[in-house]
């Protein structure tokens, strides 16, 4: 079952607004295209190539039942999505966050970020975690810059070496 998202982030001077993501039809296409787009310019670069290039309508429509999802708005246009997991535990994983290319480096991931951590500290989570491939160092970077911290290397299925990092900060 999806977390309860409360409340809306609206991050003064950006003119941005992370609110709570919709499961209607619209608001998933739109999911949809955003992280295809973002993900984009990973295709051929990265082995194994990203999985989010493959999502659908159905893929994130499945995903809001099971996950939340937060989105960032500027100008009335989606710019930014993330999803949240609550894990066994209690930790809060982070995934598929994508943010729009002529958005980056405008705060759309800082204020997505946030509004995940102010999230998994009303669910009273100890900690979020998310993976990281290893081939980002920009990535691996801007989620140091956080405050997470590198932790256990994985491997993809079917790779004999480690492709991506998991990454946690802790909430205490």
């Not at 998202?5 to 809306?8: K, M, Y």
């Not at 310019?41 to 082995?47: N, P, T």
């Given at each position: 079952m999806a977390m309860l998202?409360?409340?809306?982030g609206d991050v003064p001077g950006l003119g941005l607004a992370v609110r709570p993501m919709r499961d209607d039809a619209a608001e998933v296409a739109a999911v949809v295209a955003l992280i295809r787009g973002a993900f984009a310019?990973?295709?051929?670069?990265?082995?194994p190539p990203p999985g989010a290039i493959g999502e659908t309508v159905e893929s994130i429509t499945a995903l809001l039942g099971r996950e939340s999802g937060l989105v960032a708005e500027a100008g009335g246009a989606m710019v930014g999505c993330l999803f949240l997991q609550r894990r066994e535990g209690g930790d809060v994983y982070v995934g598929r966050v994508a943010v729009a290319r002529a958005h980056r480096g405008t705060g759309v991931g800082r204020a997505l970020m946030a509004e995940a951590e102010a999230e998994a500290r009303r669910l009273g989570a100890a900690r979020l975690t998310l993976g990281v491939r290893l081939a980002l160092d920009g990535n691996r970077r801007f989620f140091a810059s956080l405050g997470f911290v590198e932790g256990a290397l994985h491997a993809h299925p079917g790779y004999d070496r480690p492709t991506w990092v998991e990454m946690t900060k802790a909430l205490g």
């Open positions: 998202l409360q409340g809306r310019e990973h295709v051929g670069r990265l082995d």
